[in-house]
């Protein structure tokens, strides 16, 4: 957690070679041409705002007091291993309240990710939890266009309460896309073709995208008639007259002369 994921080899190079100098006012900017030295020199692309992000000590302090609170709070939870990670984040967030320390989403879902991973077997994970009623439902229900029944395979999963949904984290290894026809509907399309074999899959219209997808090779492509064989056959005789004169002239023989031996 000490380095930017996607600067980490950059990262842990600086950090190897400087230590807690990088911590320092102005020292990256001092070794700046050492840095993209080393970066060419080892085949590594770094754009401007990488470049920006490895010379700025603000950013690396960053990291290392997101660092100090992931260590705090291994200390506090200890070695325990969660199979519930609602019941860990929860536990997270209990340590950070009373604790008073504040963090940034993205610091928290950083620490979160560092000391978790995708487990089959574990307990969904939630994200949040939704009331919908009355109006709020049925312009919910407009748009997706289905029954409240159908609510689930839009990611919508009833609770015991009424009007109360969960709605879970999914994981984005496992997300997967279709391409539906432009004259069959979405959802007739996904009970029939994904819900068979995915039976926890739902539907994100967020991200559904309409258009045409054009086969340039099927309406653009025209076939050239192949040409004779004599054709064929004059191009490669004439090539080899060429390849003999070409290696004639370079070995400084009269190809004429060495034919009529």
Aim: charged share 30%; aromatic share 10%.
């Amino acid at each position: 957690m000490r380095f930017d994921k996607q600067l980490s080899e950059v990262m842990e190079h600086i950090f190897t070679e400087y230590g807690d100098k990088v911590y320092e006012n102005d020292f990256l900017k001092s070794i700046s041409k050492e840095i993209i030295a080393w970066c060419e020199d080892n085949e590594i692309s770094v754009n401007a705002k990488a470049k920006t992000k490895l010379l700025d000590e603000k950013y690396w302090q960053k990291l290392h007091d997101c660092l100090e609170v992931a260590q705090f709070l291994m200390d506090e939870v200890g070695g325990k291993e969660f199979d519930d990670f609602n019941i860990f984040k929860e536990k997270i967030n209990e340590i950070l309240k009373e604790q008073k320390l504040k963090l940034a989403s993205p610091q928290k879902n950083a620490i979160l990710n560092a000391v978790s991973w995708y487990d089959q077997k574990a307990v969904k994970v939630v994200k949040k939890i939704v009331k919908l009623t009355g109006e709020k439902l049925s312009i919910l229900l407009e748009r997706l266009g289905c029954t409240e029944d159908q609510l689930l395979d839009f990611g919508y999963h009833p609770t015991q309460k009424s009007g109360e949904f969960i709605i879970y984290e999914a994981n984005s290894d496992l997300r997967d896309s279709e391409s539906v026809p432009l004259n069959d509907e979405i959802y007739r399309y996904f009970i029939a073709e994904v819900k068979p074999h995915v039976d926890e899959a739902w539907i994100n219209l967020d991200s559904t995208k309409i258009g045409y997808e054009v086969s340039f090779n099927k309406y653009f492509y025209r076939q050239k008639p192949l040409r004779s064989l004599e054709k064929v056959a004059s191009d490669i005789i004439a090539l080899e007259q060429k390849a003999e004169g070409l290696i004639a002239q370079i070995l400084g023989v009269d190809i004429t002369k060495v034919k009529g031996m």
